[in-house]
């Protein structure tokens, strides 16, 4: 509808759109006419409002009577200036839960409407204007206490919801733990057979090995880990005695080439004054030590082979 007719059907405050046949409301251009506070739609072919329809918020009285209106829309409450409210003769069965931020709503019709129990009862009949005016006062004390409801409601659901997914997340973290123990537990188990299959690996050479098989092979190998440990002490002792015997054959080596040099160098005054005199000591004792040697012998073999008298 073009918005010059819009211009031409405002009345002051007033634009009348009764009895046109529309199907669909011309929000844009009404939009554009803030002043028409008073707007009348009744008697045309309205089923839906669209969800833009709630940005007139400069409507003061509103009449949709006599539509085929089966549900308002969800913000329909953002009308706040709303005082004057005429749904007579629709196909609504509930009103949106905004509706009872109509705080200024001072007149309300709902007769002739399929309306749920509750709106029914406090609707009331609406025959004259007092009756609209308790009906409008009755209606919003419904929506909120409805609303209210609503959100309780809705906050126990949600409560419920976040206690579930509490429970939810728990359970899945013991799983989670369950889950990490029951790895642990595999790994140890693996590892335990491993270790037993190494040591049945190890210990039977050929076929089958009883418990007893097993446990005498394991007496052996602590055995021959001894066996191992003695050699391993023997050894030691063997190296020290090479070592030892090493360090004599070059003792001995050395005590020959000096007595070699001494010989050869009659006049070298260090074999004069030590080597020699210490060389005639150590044969003087070795002749008396041979000496001594031989006496006990012969006084030996005197003692215990000479014929008894």
Not at 29 to 42: E, G, Q
Not at 113 to 134: S, V
Request: aromatic letters at 6%.
């Amino acid at each position: 509808m073009p918005k010059e007719s819009l211009r031409e059907k405002l009345n002051d405050n007033e634009l009348d759109l009764s009895l046109n046949n529309l199907e669909t409301v011309p929000v844009k251009d009404l939009a554009a006419l803030p002043k028409a506070t008073h707007l009348d739609l009744s008697n045309n072919l309205l089923t839906v409002l669209p969800d833009s329809f709630c940005s007139l918020i400069h409507l003061v009285k509103l009449d949709l009577s006599k539509n085929a209106l089966t549900e308002l829309p969800r913000l329909f409450g953002q009308l706040e200036n709303l005082q004057h409210l005429d749904l007579l003769g629709n196909q609504l069965k509930t009103l949106p839960r905004s509706f009872c931020q109509l705080k200024k709503l001072k007149w309300l019709d709902l007769k002739d409407n399929p309306l749920e129990e509750g709106l029914k009862k406090n609707a009331g009949n609406c025959l004259n204007e007092i009756e609209c005016k308790k009906c409008a006062t009755r209606i919003l004390m419904y929506m909120t206490d409805l609303d209210e409801q609503l959100e309780l409601q809705s906050q126990a659901k949600k409560k419920k919801q976040e206690e579930a997914e509490a429970k939810q997340k728990d359970r899945e973290e013991r799983e989670k733990q369950k889950k990490r123990q029951e790895k642990k537990a595999e790994k140890e188990r693996r590892r335990r057979e491993h270790e037993a299959r190494r040591a049945q690996e190890l210990l039977a050479q050929n076929g089958d090995t009883s418990d007893e098989e097993i446990t005498a092979a394991r007496e052996k190998l602590k055995y021959n880990a001894g066996l191992k440990r003695r050699d391993k002490g023997q050894g030691s002792r063997n190296c020290f005695l090479i070592v030892l015997f090493s360090f004599l054959a070059l003792f001995g080596a050395l005590l020959v080439a000096i007595d070699f040099h001494c010989i050869s160098s009659a006049k070298d005054e260090m074999c004069a004054s030590y080597w020699q005199p210490t060389r005639a000591a150590v044969i003087s004792s070795w002749e008396l030590s041979k000496i001594s040697a031989l006496n006990f012998y012969a006084n030996y073999i005197e003692k215990f082979f000479s014929p008894k008298t």
